[in-house]
């Protein structure tokens, strides 16, 4: 079936799955993907992307050091569980920007996962999410297919939110029924209408179940269509390792390796879209730098981003590292962030819709100090 003009979710309690797609691309205009990978519990940026010979670091962390990490650069390496990132690396189709997070300082996973979606400052006060508004602004339609719809997602027009379950897809009987008793609301027959043409191939079951790493076959299959979805959001969660954390092996790094499934098979059923894609991790907030006494991390402030695809400009580790000494962290136990992540996704929009940096700025994030990374970080 056809899906362009189309924007598609999948879903699970735990994860989501979205892509969409509202116009025709004239002649050899490129179709650029956006995949967003939201990390809940907050990413321990120093276990993904550990700093190398660093007293400080190996000194506060003697339990959950991260051993047989692979070296990106001459000052930080990689966790081992990220075998298919790096070799995305070594291709210049992977790169991180380190010590980065949203202007949030607070520690409550309830507020940081709202602030890490809308792109506020205050919590509760935005009802819409960044990549929402990023979406309206580049005239893409906005259909969703589960309920409920992260708010990263939600823009003005306030799509539809159904999602059959069990092949419960409304008959012609059902649908003349509505129709007749509400046959002057008309977004109520156009609701109906998307509904009953959604494709089936992405409402049933994945071969595999609704894993994340399963689901983002099926991404990248719709991704890779010139007349199919643009975006795509997973919701991970299970980052809040306050015990257990581990190194090389434990909690954290047992997420790790759910993130480079994602990665790895969104790469191999993207085929050469993946060229033209850019995929960024998302998360609340990183960890405290000491390890506490059940061997995991405690909310923190500062974390990294993985950034992934063919529109990576090169492999590279961007940061503004504040240091690890006492009077280097924030508030004397967090990784400080020098860089606000929401430049690193302002950017992203403007390089993915073609739209100009300012105007990004000035109508998703509310013309807040934000950066240009585009060109240093991405093929514009």
């Known amino acids: 079936m056809n899906i362009s003009r189309r924007h598609l979710l999948i879903g699970s309690s735990a994860l989501f799955l979205l892509g969409n797609s509202n116009f025709s691309l004239a002649g050899n205009k490129r179709k650029k993907n956006l995949v967003i990978i939201m990390l809940r519990g907050g990413m321990d940026g120093l276990t993904a992307v550990p700093l190398k010979d660093d007293r400080y670091f190996k000194n506060s962390r003697p339990d959950i050091i991260v051993d047989n990490s692979k070296s990106i ?38 507020d940081g996962q709202n602030l890490m979606q809308s792109g506020g400052r205050v919590p509760y006060e935005i009802k819409t999410g960044w ?18 719809m992260p708010l990263l997602l939600r823009g003005s027009q306030n799509p539809d939110n159904y999602f059959p379950t069990k092949w ?42 609704r894993k994340a790493e399963k689901l983002a076959k099926v991404a990248g299959e719709q991704l890779s269509r010139r ?32 993130v480079d499934k994602i990665i790895s098979n969104l790469k191999n059923s993207l085929g050469e879209s993946f060229k033209d894609t850019l995929i960024l991790t998302l998360t609340e907030f990183g960890r405290t730098l000491n390890q506490n006494g059940g061997n995991g ?36 136990r967090d990784l ?7 430049s690193i996704y302002c950017s992203a929009i403007s390089t993915c819709f073609d739209l100009d940096f300012e105007l990004v700025k000035r109508k998703v994030f509310w013309n807040e ?12």
């Open 73 to 110: 650069s001459s000052d930080f390496s990689l966790h081992p569980k990220l075998k298919s990132f790096y070799n995305l690396w070594k291709n210049n189709e992977a790169a991180v920007v380190h010590a980065t997070n949203i202007p949030y300082t607070g520690r409550s996973h309830f």
């Open 227 to 258: 007349d199919g979805p643009r975006v795509a959001v997973f919701d991970v969660n299970g980052f809040d390792t306050h015990s257990a954390q581990g190194g090389s092996n434990g909690l954290h790094g047992t997420k790790l390796v759910q």
């Open 336 to 342: 400080n962030s020098t860089i606000d992540s929401r």
């Open 168 to 209: 419960s897809l409304p008959n012609d009987k059902i649908v003349n029924l509505i129709k007749s008793t509400y046959d002057n609301e008309i977004d109520i027959a156009n609701t109906i209408e998307r509904i009953r043409n959604r494709p089936i191939s992405m409402m049933r079951r994945a071969s595999g179940g």
């Open 131 to 148: 990549l929402g508004r990023g979406v309206e602004l580049a005239g893409l339609e906005s259909l969703s297919m589960s309920l409920p």
């Open 297 to 332: 991390t405690d909310h923190g402030y500062g974390s990294a981003i993985l950034m992934a695809g063919g529109l990576i400009k090169t492999a590279q580790v961007h940061t503004d590292w504040p240091g690890l000494k006492n009077n280097n962290l924030f508030e004397g």
């Open 369 to 380: 100090k934000l950066d240009d990374y585009s060109s240093k970080l991405f093929k514009v």
